[in-house]
């Protein structure tokens, strides 16, 4: 990612540098579920409110979703779709992480100004309402970059996609990398793993494997809980060799994973009523 004038300790990225265009992106959304985590955890009285925190990352985000427009477009792709509803997405993300920021600048100037003051839920009436209100605006975006990412990665040549090749990888793996991309997984124990995302099954042993492999890691506390007062969860997020196997094979046909057992179909009745039939005779 592009040096940040801003101190933060919340973007520590663990990815070298120079990035491709899919890497930096995937890298962004990795950015916005921190921040995202960062605030939720806020919410449940598990970080300390120092809203000049908060501000500082909104601020880098933007700054970040807005080079990665103008890197996206310095690669001159065709204009044809899905590219430019892509890049028209990350610029809406850049547009409503101003917004972020200028809610949490608000919040900045209500909450009380000294950094010592003890981790608890804000109060609605003293900056809590600008806090939720700019919680709401980046809940998408780490979502949205991926599947930017996705679209423009499509169009591009494959040196420009990712510096790195990847064998023996197969679309079940691909799937749960891309979830984790999303900050749609987090661990509530030691075996137990929590998918926000609906539409596609986080498979354990798969996701135990990408571990294994290096290419995912866990953040231990970083990310809000699962049920209301438990213990904050460990974040899964792609690791530096992650975040370049995963564009490497972001839009690479691949082979479907082992097959998951299931019981065989009972038989329709008129077809049981047969086969009883042909027994009789």
């Known amino acids: 990612m592009t040096a940040s004038p801003d101190p933060d300790p919340m973007f520590d ?5 120079p990035l491709t265009p899919v890497e930096r992106l995937l890298a962004l959304a990795a950015l916005y579920t921190q921040h995202n985590d960062r605030i939720d ?23 970040e979703a807005l080079a990665c427009v103008k890197e996206v477009r310095q690669l ?11 890049v028209v997405r990350l610029k ?16 900045q100037q209500t909450l009380p100004s000294d950094d010592a003051r003890p981790a608890a839920r804000p109060d609605s009436r003293r900056g809590g309402q600008y806090l939720r209100l700019a ?37 079940n793996q691909r799937d749960t990398l891309l979830t984790v991309a999303r900050g749609h997984i987090s661990i509530t124990g ?8 609906r539409t596609v099954p986080v498979n354990v042993d798969v996701l135990r494997h990408l571990e294994d492999q290096g290419l995912v890691g866990r953040e231990p506390a970083t990310a809000p809980s699962s ?12 690791t530096s060799q ?40």
């Open 13 to 17: 990225v663990d990815a070298p540098a």
């Open 76 to 86: 001159r792709l065709p204009p044809i779709e899905p590219v430019p509803s892509a």
């Open 135 to 171: 919680r709401e605006l980046t809940a998408l975006a780490p979502a949205t970059v991926v599947e930017s990412a996705r679209h423009i990665a499509g169009r591009l040549p494959v040196k420009a996609v990712a510096r790195t090749t990847v064998p023996g990888m197969d679309s």
């Open 41 to 63: 955890l806020l919410f449940s009285g598990r970080a300390d409110a120092v809203p000049d925190v908060y501000v500082s990352s909104a601020r880098r985000l933007e700054r």
């Open 227 to 238: 049920w209301a007062g438990g213990p904050p969860c460990d974040r899964v997020r792609l």
């Open 190 to 197: 030691q075996n137990e793993h929590n998918s926000r995302d």
């Open 92 to 107: 809406q993300t850049a547009y409503l992480t101003s917004g972020a920021t200028r809610y949490l600048t608000s919040a």
């Open 242 to 281: 992650g975040l370049s196997v995963l564009s490497a094979v972001i839009v690479a046909p691949l082979t479907a994973g082992p097959p998951t057992a299931r019981p065989a179909p009972a038989p329709a009745p008129a077809a049981a009523a047969s086969t009883r039939a042909r027994t009789r005779r």
